[in-house]
């Protein structure tokens, strides 16, 4: 079937992948296209998003195996000319990026990398909805009484039966195809992170990348070191 960069009519059935328009979607007629296209990601977007930092483009992200919905926060035009573009891949943390909790520096570093990339002009976030390291918002809350208890952030979710970290990474392969981007500088020290990006897009460097650091998220920082291989800052 044809794409289409225009909202379709009422016999609207999906939205699709498609690099030419703000919305890619098929009509009932086109709908013989191959199941495999069933399972891309789908797009909306861009939206404006106006922050205090400046304005952002905005695209959601569905995606059709794990029914979870991502985002993409984009600053600046031409991202597929080759230049590398600053990157921050974040994994959504509602107690620190809305709530803002000083149990961890995540709600800073998502502050911080906007922060940076209105100042760069250019740049890209991939808004992972993967909570508490991939083990989900309930369990994560269980996790946090156990550290409570006296584990680590690690042995908290080691405890509950999950993997230290059960983050995955290969949806940002086709987020990152869809805007074009060819190469980055990863705001990270999560050395995971960069090998899991590394089969996709050229890294060609890193951006040490700590939030800020105090009594209520120290242990929690010093164990990301000591125990889970994070770099310093």
């Given at each position: 079937?044809?794409?289409s960069s225009?909202?379709?009519?009422?016999?609207?059935?999906?939205f699709?992948?498609?690099?030419?328009?703000?919305?890619?979607?098929?009509?009932?007629?086109?709908?013989?296209?191959?199941?495999?296209?069933?399972?891309?990601?789908?797009?909306?977007?861009?939206?404006r998003?106006?922050?205090?930092?400046?304005?952002?483009?905005?695209?959601?992200?569905?995606?059709?195996?794990?029914?979870?919905?991502h985002?993409?926060?984009?600053?600046?035009?031409?991202?597929?000319?080759g230049?590398?573009?600053?990157?921050?891949?974040?994994?959504?943390?509602?107690?620190?990026?809305?709530?803002?909790?000083?149990?961890?520096?995540?709600?800073?570093?998502?502050?911080?990398?906007?922060?940076?990339?209105?100042?760069?002009?250019?740049?890209?976030?991939?808004?992972?909805?993967?909570?508490?390291?991939?083990?989900?918002?309930?369990?994560?809350?269980?996790?946090?009484i156990?550290?409570?208890?006296?584990?680590?952030?690690?042995?908290?979710?080691?405890?509950?039966?999950?993997?230290?970290?059960?983050?995955?990474?290969?949806?940002?392969?086709?987020?990152?195809?869809?805007?074009?981007?060819?190469?980055?500088?990863?705001?990270?020290?999560?050395?995971d992170?960069?090998?899991?990006?590394?089969?996709?897009?050229?890294?060609?460097?890193?951006?040490?990348?700590?939030?800020?650091?105090?009594?209520?998220?120290?242990?929690?920082?010093?164990t990301?070191?000591?125990?889970?291989?994070?770099?310093?800052?």
């Amino acid at each position: 079937g044809d794409w289409s960069s225009d909202v379709c009519s009422s016999d609207l059935t999906g939205f699709f992948s498609c690099p030419q328009g703000r919305f890619c979607c098929t009509t009932t007629a086109a709908m013989s296209i191959s199941a495999v296209a069933a399972e891309l990601p789908v797009f909306a977007g861009p939206a404006r998003l106006p922050t205090r930092w400046g304005e952002f483009r905005l695209y959601a992200v569905s995606e059709p195996h794990s029914g979870k919905e991502h985002a993409m926060l984009v600053m600046g035009e031409a991202l597929d000319q080759g230049e590398p573009v600053l990157l921050r891949v974040h994994s959504e943390c509602l107690t620190g990026d809305a709530f803002h909790s000083r149990r961890c520096d995540c709600g800073d570093q998502l502050e911080r990398a906007m922060a940076m990339l209105a100042e760069a002009g250019r740049g890209v976030i991939l808004y992972l909805r993967q909570e508490g390291r991939g083990i989900g918002l309930l369990e994560k809350v269980k996790a946090y009484i156990l550290q409570e208890s006296g584990l680590d952030t690690l042995d908290a979710n080691l405890a509950l039966g999950h993997q230290g970290d059960a983050r995955q990474y290969a949806i940002c392969q086709p987020m990152l195809d869809f805007l074009g981007v060819k190469a980055v500088r990863v705001l990270t020290n999560n050395p995971d992170k960069l090998d899991a990006l590394s089969p996709w897009v050229n890294v060609v460097g890193r951006v040490p990348f700590w939030g800020e650091q105090m009594a209520d998220n120290a242990a929690y920082l010093a164990t990301k070191q000591a125990r889970m291989g994070h770099l310093p800052g």
